[in-house]
């Protein structure tokens, strides 16, 4: 049973727009959603997270949009560099320290 | 930032053998956790270990499975023995505290080949 959802499993963008990534998730219990980033050959890195109670967090060009009704949340990268060609891992936790994450959006920016 | 080391990078065994994944966690860390990466897919989570102890396993940690740090040195995970299956990348990670929102830094994987 897939917990934490992502779309699209894919997403090119030029540089200088916005890209979009969505996620959606399952089980209620989850209050804490980090989204970790990661390029190829290294382990995923923390980016920014957002808590249940809040509806957006803002990180510089990094934003992430939760709607608790409707178990979704969004990730946008305004003003897209090429150094954000990366996969983005969604992740959930509850009050014990699994993380679930989802299957991932590979983002490619291109000049 | 903080840093978590694994060693190796790589490992090709054979199937049935034993094979060790060693994690060096950020110093003062007192939370470790191993996931599984197969190839373009998610990050599966296997295990959590605090004080010398499993707090939680998922149906992935198989039988075959161990996880150990002793004398506070390498958190390691063992596997034997091992299986076609256990092709993966597997990425080690520490925090600092417990709880949702704790940040789990990751290594940069293990590559392990069962052939």
């Known amino acids: 049973q897939q917990q934490v959802r992502q779309s699209p499993q894919s997403l090119t963008v030029w540089e200088g727009e916005t890209a979009i990534l969505n996620c959606s998730y399952e089980?209620?219990?989850?209050?804490?959603f980090p989204w970790y980033q990661q390029f190829p050959g290294e382990g995923p890195a923390l980016l920014i997270a957002i808590r249940s109670v809040s509806d957006k967090k803002e990180d510089g060009r990094f934003t992430i949009f939760f709607n608790k009704r409707e178990k979704k949340l969004s990730l946008h990268i305004t003003d897209s560099q090429p150094g954000d060609s990366a996969t983005y891992f969604c992740a959930a936790s509850t009050n014990t320290n699994k993380v679930v994450f989802g299957t991932g959006t590979r983002l490619q920016v291109l000049p | 930032g903080p840093k978590v080391l694994q060693i190796p990078s790589h490992q090709i065994i054979d199937m049935g053998q034993m094979v060790t994944l060693n994690c060096d966690p950020v110093s003062n860390h007192l939370y470790f956790y191993w996931y599984k990466q197969i190839l373009g897919q998610q990050m599966e989570f296997l295990v959590n270990f605090y004080n010398g102890k499993v707090m939680e396993k998922s149906k992935l940690f198989k039988d075959q499975f161990s996880v150990e740090r002793p004398d506070g040195s390498y958190f390691t995970l063992k596997i034997q023995p091992t299986a076609l299956e256990d092709s993966a990348v597997y990425f080690c990670a520490s925090s600092l505290h417990w709880g949702s929102a704790e940040t789990l830094y990751f290594g940069s994987g293990t590559r392990l080949t069962v052939l």
């Open positions: 089980n209620s219990a989850f209050d804490y």
